[in-house]
């Protein structure tokens, strides 16, 4: 292939920037190129993404911490910008992508360096820290929502809403009929913090949902992702209520519960939104109060403003209060069909094509290596 190109994608830990590089490397492999991702320990070994990529772990800081803390991660961004310099001799990268995360900083701070293009992905509604650091520098920012705050009016010309890549398995859900759902039939609940899990689901879910009246409860099946300290008692108190529920610390194939599920509970991460509204699931959202700028309330606009979802502050998440919530989406066949439709319609199911498009619409200042060497061949069969 000519146009084969070498891709360095660099990605912080958490599945909210993990998933949707990995969706972009499958989509840029199936292309033809060659892409490599740079990442921390827990990045690279993140369950079921990355095994057929070429990975690469590099020292990354994470500012903070007194003027000590500054110091060592001043150090470990240094050192990882030096590795990652070595590494794009050998790689040649036709472009470096990052998103966002600290861990993509070293790489991106390297390639500035050594002159190769870059562009960032920003997969919340507000820009993260790490990309509001580099914005200024990079040839391309691609971003998830149509309204992004944090950005400056400079860098507009240079801005691409995307949207945010999603697994093909997930998008593939697109196509699959929201789950049947008849008024005695069985309702599934799916319940997931984001890659870490949320204690407070842990805590509120299984109480709220006992509160059910009776006919409804014995209707409920629950699938309940559950941080590892939590998920003795999370248990405990489904058995307790009588609820079925299976539970895990990370769900390994969570396109098909997102497949069967006909209400999810979630946090609002941004793959979590992007994989609703790309398989048109109607949620009950409770946003990370503590996540940078309060991201996570942004990232849950589109979706509850279109009627997709429910936003619930955290400190108004009551057991009491998510029982109304599920009991009145529950009882309303219609309207969980219509939410359902509503989430599905802020979906971007082109997000990993179309940066990948942009991507490899940035060149590198030099050609990639294969139609180098036939231009010099055919301007030396010229001389
Ligand atoms: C705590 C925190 O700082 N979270 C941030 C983190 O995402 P965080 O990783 O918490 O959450 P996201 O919703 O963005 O992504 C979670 C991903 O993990 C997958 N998953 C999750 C649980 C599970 O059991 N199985 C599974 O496969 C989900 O399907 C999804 O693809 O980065 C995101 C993108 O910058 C931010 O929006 C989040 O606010």
Redesign the pocket.
């Known amino acids: 292939m000519t146009n084969a190109r070498s891709y360095v994608l660099a990605a912080g830990g958490?599945?909210?920037?993990m998933?949707p590089a990995a969706a972009l490397a499958a989509e840029l492999a199936s292309r033809g190129h060659h892409v490599a991702l740079v990442s921390d320990d827990r990045g690279v070994r993140f369950p079921g993404l990355f095994e057929d990529v070429e990975t690469h772990v590099l020292p990354a800081g994470r500012l903070g911490g007194g003027p000590l803390g500054y110091l060592r991660a001043g150090r470990n961004v240094l050192a990882g910008r030096s590795m990652a310099l070595r590494l794009y001799k050998e790689l040649k990268p036709a472009a470096v992508i990052g998103f966002?995360?600290y861990p993509a900083l070293p790489s991106l701070l390297a390639a500035f360096r050594a002159g190769i293009p870059t562009v960032i992905h920003e997969?919340?509604a507000v820009l993260?820290r790490v990309n509001r650091f580099v914005a200024g520098r990079v040839k391309a920012i691609a971003t998830s929502y149509d309204q992004v705050e944090r950005m400056k009016p400079g860098w507009t010309a240079k801005t691409h809403l995307v949207g945010n890549p999603?697994r093909e398995a997930v998008l593939r859900l697109r196509e699959r009929p929201y789950p049947a759902l008849d008024e005695d039939g069985i309702f599934r609940v799916l319940v997931?913090g984001?890659?870490?899990g949320a204690t407070v689901l842990s805590q509120v879910v299984p109480d709220g949902l006992a509160l059910l009246p009776v006919h409804f409860r014995r209707r409920l099946q629950v699938t309940h992702?559950a941080r590892i300290e939590d998920i003795d008692s999370v248990r405990a108190k489904y058995q307790a209520h009588e609820i079925p529920a299976d539970l895990?610390t990370?769900?390994?194939d969570?396109p098909e519960a997102l497949a069967w599920a006909h209400v999810v509970i979630a946090?609002a991460?941004?793959?979590?939104?992007a994989?609703l509204t790309a398989a048109g699931r109607p949620a009950i959202l409770v946003p990370?109060p503590s996540?940078t700028d309060d991201?996570?309330t942004a990232?849950a606009r589109e979706i509850t403003k279109a009627g997709g979802a429910r936003t619930i502050p955290q400190r108004a998440f009551t057991a009491a209060e998510l029982a109304k919530q599920i009991q009145k989406l529950g009882l309303d066949t219609q309207g969980l069909e219509n939410a359902a439709v509503r989430a599905r319609s802020c979906g971007r199911p082109h997000a990993a094509s179309d940066l990948a498009d942009l991507v490899e619409s940035i060149h590198a200042p030099t050609a990639p290596i294969a139609i180098r060497r036939k231009a010099i061949q055919g301007r030396l069969a010229h001389a």
């Open positions: 958490t599945g909210g920037h998933v966002g995360g997969q919340n993260g999603v997931t984001g890659s870490q992702q895990a990370y769900i390994a969570m946090r991460g941004a793959s979590t939104i994989e990370l996540a991201h996570q990232n």
